[in-house]
């Protein structure tokens, strides 16, 4: 079977690895060059974890990409690509879904700890939490190099026998039941058996009915200068953090060169991925730095090293979308990874060759159906 994958983000990495492992021909096209500092797929790092709260879908499909990330580390001996500084939940103890999420790992198997806010505190003394707070620390878990991680799937695609080919596809004309071909702006043809967009923020400019289906979003990112002589906030003393106590979300990583990298997870104000990006403003900047200084004491006057400005290409509900176009059964539409989506690469490129081949079950939730209307988000 020939298979064209357009979009060589970490979806579309994994996908024509895995098609090119399994013996089908694969071209993957991008028009740049893979997780380039455009897509969805680029900057330092991307958290790993598998807390979902109530959504075993999700945390099962972690638990499964981690493995074959970490398989795929040890093949391509890049072990920088992930480091263990495992990763703490924070959230209120009356939070529903912090039990949840201890039952679902207790059923999966996944290690972790569970504390309260003393204990935390006594452990990592960097913080200063709420009292009332809870915590769940996967250790296992950790960070990902984003772009690095990326570049070595598809180095690795390519040297298997996947093609590589730049270009930029043009809008298909959907005219029939089946597409036979791609064509990129400068003429050329791509043609294949199936077709498989994992374009990130451009499937909308692709699919016109895409457009309240996937919405692209500004997200901001927060770099702060450490006190110098501190090794607190290292990888080897400081884990990862997602903080479920204040109205928005914050995470946020150990100093892993570039200073103490920190964002808020909630939709940013809508987002063109093709126009210029406008730097983060005093609004944004005070926002982190305030965050900051309450729950890091020592880092109250930090520095602000850098901004810098990413995207997330949402669905109505957070979850993933991985279905057939209504009109053309042979094109595949892989998105939505709505902030989410960089660990389950593997896990998504694994259900994409199922479905293609008839040899897996649909699920639902990935459907374009069931991302219908306003939905109100819901996965964390």
């Given at each position: ?183 990129a702006s400068d003429g ?87 126009e210029p990006r406008v ?51 042979n094109v595949w539409l ?47």
């Open positions: 079977m020939e298979v064209a994958v357009i979009g060589a983000g970490v979806f579309g990495a994994w996908t024509a690895l895995l098609l090119g492992r399994a013996g089908h021909q694969a071209t993957l096209i991008d028009r740049r060059e893979p997780a380039n500092e455009q897509s969805s797929s680029a900057g330092e790092s991307r958290v790993m974890r598998s807390a979902y709260g109530p959504d075993e879908i999700y945390s099962a499909m972690a638990r499964r990409s981690l493995q074959l990330w970490t398989s795929f580390f040890r093949e391509e001996n890049c072990p920088e690509c992930f480091r263990k500084t495992g990763v703490l939940w924070i959230a209120p103890s009356t939070e529903a879904s912090v039990e949840q999420a201890r039952k679902i790992f207790e059923r999966l198997g996944i290690a972790y700890d569970w504390a309260v806010a003393k204990t935390i505190e006594q452990r990592y003394p960097q913080f200063s939490l709420q009292h009332d707070s809870v915590g769940i620390f996967e250790p296992d878990a950790g960070a990902m190099r984003a772009e690095r991680s990326v570049q070595a799937v598809v180095a690795a695609a390519i040297r298997e026998g996947v093609r590589y080919e730049m270009a930029e596809i043009r809008a298909p004309v959907l005219n029939h039941s089946r597409l036979d071909s791609v064509e050329r043809r791509f043609s294949a058996d199936q077709f498989v967009f994992a374009c990130g923020s451009w499937l909308p400019k692709l699919f016109s009915a895409l457009g309240e289906v996937i919405r692209p979003t500004r997200q901001d990112l927060f770099y702060f200068a450490v006190p110098n002589g501190l090794d607190f906030f290292g990888p080897d003393a400081l884990p990862i953090w997602i903080d479920q106590t204040e109205a928005n979300i914050a995470y946020g990583f150990p100093n892993l060169g570039k200073g103490l990298k920190m964002g808020f997870h909630r939709l940013g104000p809508p987002f063109d991925p093709d730097l983060s403003g005093r609004e944004e900047i005070a926002e982190a730095a305030g965050y900051l200084a309450r729950r890091f004491p020592l880092l109250q006057n930090a520095r602000l090293k850098a901004t810098q400005v990413c995207h997330y290409e949402n669905t109505p509900n957070g979850d993933f979308l991985i279905d057939t176009h209504p009109q053309t059964r892989v998105g939505g990874g709505s902030g989410h989506g960089f660990k389950h690469g593997p896990a998504v490129a694994e259900y994409v060759l199922d479905v293609i081949a008839g040899a897996g079950a649909r699920e639902f939730r990935f459907s374009l159906e069931s991302k219908q209307g306003d939905l109100g988000r819901r996965v964390l």
